[in-house]
């Protein structure tokens, strides 16, 4: 911090309770009233050098001791007895803390040159551009006083001048690690706009600017990071990391603001509440407008992070669909919590914001076109049968799929999470099933190598909504591809209560048509039932997958058989369902029938029929085997 003294004379000020005055032999003959403190002055020492004083005393001449009222003086009574000993010859320290005050204190009396050579305001005009400037600390420490005198500093070019020196020294070392005071601080937890769990930021080694100018509020920092930004030096992943930790100085546990309606009874400390959100607000939507426009710049959790904050504080709608088209760009870099938008809606109490999840679905599906099916295995079968070498049938394989390769396993990843996401908002007994259904089918079929969590999804939304009815359970599982289950899935799925007969007689046959197939017995299946199976063939061999559950899954969400009711009554509630239900008078999505697909599974091999009792209950009379 640099520092800068003026003057030489002794005189000095001292102080009552109500009057202030300075050591002299001549008496003082003007008084200078400033916000309620009141100095006993010379006019010579002030008139000679004050513009403003002299203009003032000139217009009235009667009183032997002058009053001089100053009541919008800028910086108070410390910068006035900065202006007053520098007319008295007093010594004064000038810094980066007092020299806003202090130049706008001199601009106010009109210090200038023309009443007399070297007067203030050249020389603090001389200290601002050849110290305060040259430094970085100063430098931001200027600027940030700027903001108690802003008509003032903007007007004398005070704050526009300190915002280019601080963007000039980044630009010029953007990633440099010696300038910052900062990081020999303790280390600040990450943003928690939902009420989660923060991580400890790791000490950082670049981006050293990034915490010093965290500490200017949100107008001085916009305006900075606006001319970082436009200086084009800076990669955009510093830029990133400046507005995170930028947003966990400034963004705190917003979540208490959820139910602030409802706790908050007098009126007083809901205006000061709504104050504040509102002040939330304003920074949350700046913080979106600086996001750098390069696709991962900043991480998709920490994007998530602030769609959840623009729910919560109810962002402008512009902000909230920019989040949710920066997290659709880079969904595949998501976790399933990162959908978990807090919902604030009214009429639908749900838990979770389902239609911002649905936008960023579709900005994700927007990003690139993808391939209609999955990368076909029979392809690669075809080419080795030609006797083609293993090396060529990679190169051409890749060379097919090099425009559309990055897009189709983004969206195998992203199958993946938004099965995830299904499974948690299943539990939410106010998620309609409409909304549920499109979540599901928001993406295309090639995405889902397997539909066991699809399935599990269901399962748990069947358990958390047993008011549907049959119609809707079927319209429910038409998102389900039984070929697409594991064993171990059909095998709960076929003791499943709570799905249509027309789901258990399909998971009945796939599961045994699959398994003629791994026995070797192919040719003793009927023709349509191998037809079906040769477009499938790819999901016979895919090992089963497990569902076996981590400790923090409720039980009721396993998948155990174990759980199943006595095989009797399962088989009696089958018995019941095939009497009273109409379904199998339709015809399956492929098209095979009730008939074609009864006939099909009696004219299955004796091998395959054996893993159908694994399936059935074991313990049925002989009229019921038979």
């Not at 700027?146 to 003032?152: F, G, I, M, S």
């Not at 004398?156 to 000039?168: D, V």
């Not at 539990?427 to 397997?450: G, Q």
Request: hydrophobic fraction near 35%.
């Amino acid at each position: 911090m640099k520092f800068m003294k003026l003057g030489s004379r002794p005189d000095t000020f001292y102080t009552t309770e109500a009057v202030r005055s300075v050591s002299s032999e001549v008496s003082s003959d003007l008084i200078v009233q400033v916000k309620g403190s009141r100095y006993m002055l010379h006019k010579f020492p002030l008139l000679s050098k004050c513009l403003r004083l002299q203009r003032l005393c000139a217009e009235n001449l009667e009183s032997q001791h002058q009053i001089v009222q100053l009541p919008d003086f800028p910086g108070g009574v410390e910068a006035f007895e900065l202006c007053a000993k520098f007319c008295y010859g007093i010594t004064i320290t000038l810094s980066a803390y007092n020299i806003v005050s202090a130049r706008c204190a001199a601009e106010y009396l009109q210090m200038t040159e023309d009443v007399e050579k070297g007067n203030l305001i050249y020389k603090l005009e001389v200290f601002f551009n050849s110290c305060i400037l040259q430094g970085w600390k100063d430098s931001v420490v200027t600027l940030q006083s700027t903001k108690a005198y802003p008509l003032w500093s903007e007007d004398l070019g005070m704050t526009s001048r300190c915002i280019e020196a601080i963007a000039s020294k980044i630009l010029a070392n953007p990633s440099k690690v010696c300038l910052s005071h900062s990081y020999s601080r303790r280390g600040r937890d990450d943003i928690s706009c939902n009420g989660s769990e923060s991580q400890r930021q790791k000490p950082a080694t670049k981006g050293w600017w990034a915490e010093d100018i965290a500490e200017l509020g949100i107008d001085l920092y916009w305006r900075t990071m606006i001319a970082i930004k436009s200086g084009g030096k800076v990669p955009s992943n510093l830029v990133g990391d400046a507005l995170r930790i930028y947003a966990a100085r400034w963004l705190p546990n917003i979540s208490k603001y959820i139910s602030v309606d409802n706790e908050v009874e007098s009126e007083p400390e809901m205006d000061s509440i709504k104050e504040v959100t509102s002040k939330h607000r304003l920074l949350l939507e700046s913080i979106v407008s600086l996001l750098p426009a390069e696709k991962g710049s900043v991480s998709c959790g920490f994007l998530s992070k602030l769609l959840k904050a623009a729910n919560i504080l109810k962002a402008s709608s512009a902000s909230k669909n920019e989040l949710a088209r920066r997290i659709g760009i880079q969904l595949d870099e998501a976790a399933v919590s990162d959908l978990l938008i807090p919902s604030l809606s009214y009429t639908s109490n749900m838990l979770y914001d389902v239609d911002v999840a649905m936008t960023i679905l579709e900005q994700f599906m927007l990003q690139g076109q993808s391939p209609p099916t999955s990368p076909p295995r029979a392809k690669r079968d075809f080419e080795r049968r030609r006797s083609r070498s293993a090396e060529n049938i990679d190169f051409e394989f890749q060379e097919s799929r090099r425009s559309s390769s990055a897009s189709h396993s983004s969206k195998l990843k992203v199958a993946k999470l938004v099965d995830g996401y299904l499974q948690e908002i299943a539990r939410d007994v106010n998620v309609p099933l409409s909304k549920f259904t499109a979540v599901a089918s928001a993406l295309p079929e090639f995405a889902r190598v397997d539909h066991d969590d699809l399935y599990k999804a269901i399962d748990i939304y069947l358990k958390g909504h047993p008011e549907l009815n049959k119609s809707d359970r079927k319209r429910l599982c038409r998102i389900l591809d039984c070929r697409k289950l594991s064993v171990e899935a059909c095998m709960h799925a076929a003791q499943n209560e709570m799905l249509p007969l027309r789901v258990v007689v399909q998971v009945l046959f796939f599961e045994q048509a699959r398994a003629a197939m791994a026995g070797g017995q192919v040719t003793d299946l009927p023709s349509n039932i191998k037809a079906l199976l040769a477009t499938h063939n790819d999901h016979s061999s895919r090992p089963a997958a497990s569902f076996s559950n981590n400790g923090m899954t409720p039980a009721d969400d396993q998948w155990s058989v174990s759980g199943a009711k006595s095989p009797k009554s399962k088989l009696s509630t089958l018995k019941m369902k095939l009497a009273e239900d109409d379904d199998l008078d339709e015809n399956y999505q492929d098209g095979i029938g009730k008939s074609s697909r009864v006939k099909a599974l009696c004219m299955l091999p004796n091998r395959p029929k054996r893993m159908l009792s694994k399936l059935w209950p074991s313990n049925r009379s002989t009229s019921e085997k038979n």
